[in-house]
């Protein structure tokens, strides 16, 4: 296998010859999508007053495409990606690329990129999938663009936590989103708040931020880019709510499986970061690049607490499973694994 796809050098960046690789390319012009295509990777002309450069009109998706055991090239739930797309794009007042015209897109993305797939039968690697939509109008008043440029570039990447999968976050004294923000969206705007905080908290010596509701400053949200679980020592596996939080594939993913293939109880409700130190017997972050990442120790207002008394067993339990159907290694009751190929 060429050395760019060997998994046990591939980490969560992006491929270092993209140019070797192809994307899709649509443009909204005129009030209306035009023929997409792909395209060699390239770098994209803007004008300096484009709207995403200036005012942020940005959303992005993050994908997988796998090598499954039974040799097919499969994706999982895209068409939750497709959803959310259209939902974000809806959110930030752009024009939203119809459900279907992504996943062919996407579809079409992913077989141009075939031979950068990885294949890795413990699903730590895979081709990381990112359609992007920006505003690219020029304009200097703040209001949304009328021309959009919606494109998918993909990556082979590796393990978005680097190490054995297990993280230790801190809780500082910022908020990464607010009720009725702009936090369920998966828009650029909220990431760019979360860099200055994720160095900080490394500079603690923390991977990453756990980020808690804006109101309270108590509630547990989500980290920087993954959804978060705490299993209670009362046997009940607990999320937060959606709202300000991104409503992530996985989230959603793990509660079915936990609820279905673990009889465990699930509950998405508020759940303070008091509760998570003193009542959690284990806890993990989830998502597509984080997969399932178990939370070792958590930082807050001064003192680490131990946030695991049970040894990873469920995160690795929920990881096999989750993993196990994205690989085709064990049925998928569900329809959620599409074979593109
Ligand atoms: C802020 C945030 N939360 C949660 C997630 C997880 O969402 P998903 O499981 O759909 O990848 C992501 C993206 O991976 C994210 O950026």
């Known amino acids: 296998m060429p050395n760019h796809l060997d998994c046990n050098q591939l980490t969560f960046s992006l491929y270092p010859e993209p140019e070797k690789m192809f994307m899709y390319e649509q443009y909204y012009r005129d009030g209306e999508w ?11 002309e803007l004008s300096p007053a484009a709207n995403i450069l200036n005012y942020g009109q940005g959303i ?11 040799g097919h090239i499969v994706l999982f739930r895209p068409e939750r990606n497709a959803a959310r797309f259209v939902r974000s794009a809806q959110k930030l007042a752009m024009a939203p690329v119809e459900e279907e015209r992504f996943l062919q897109a996407v579809k079409e993305t992913v077989l141009a ?3 950068f797939i990885p294949e890795d039968p413990e699903g730590r690697c895979s081709l990381y999938i990112r359609p992007v939509m920006i505003g690219t109008e020029p304009l200097l008043g703040v209001r949304p663009s009328k021309e959009y440029l919606f494109y998918i570039f993909t990556s082979p990447v590796g393990p978005y936590f680097p190490g054995v999968g297990v993280v230790r976050l801190v809780v500082l004294d910022v908020h990464r989103a607010s009720p009725n923000g702009t936090g369920d969206a998966k828009a650029a705007a909220n990431y760019p708040g ?3 905080p994720k160095v900080e908290a490394k500079k603690q010596g923390f991977d990453d ?6 109101v309270h400053n108590f509630y547990v949200e989500e980290a920087g880019a993954a959804n978060f679980f705490a299993y209670m020592k009362n046997g009940t596996l607990v999320t937060p709510q959606l709202g300000s939080i991104l409503p992530g594939i996985t989230r959603e993913s793990i509660i079915q499986l936990a609820k279905d293939q673990l009889n465990i109880p699930v509950e998405e409700r508020p759940v303070s970061i008091e509760e998570v ?5 284990e806890c ?3 998502g597509t690049g984080a997969t399932i990442t178990a ?3 958590i930082g807050w207002k001064g003192t680490v607490h131990n946030v695991n008394n049970n040894n990873f067993q469920l995160a690795h339990q929920l990881f096999d499973l989750l993993s196990g159907i994205q690989l085709q290694k064990i049925e998928d009751p569900y329809g959620w694994v599409h074979i593109v190929k």
């Not at 130190?277 to 017997?281: K, R």
């Open 34 to 44: 035009q023929p997409g295509q792909i395209v060699p990777f390239h770098n994209i």
């Open 113 to 115: 990129n075939e031979a």
């Open 209 to 214: 931020v756990l980020y808690l509701d804006a």
């Open 284 to 286: 993990f972050l989830c």
């Open 60 to 70: 992005f998706e993050g994908m997988k495409a796998y090598r499954s055991v039974k």
């Open 277 to 281: 130190v003193e009542n959690a017997q």
């Open 295 to 297: 939370i070792s120790e």
């Open 194 to 196: 979360t860099m200055r």
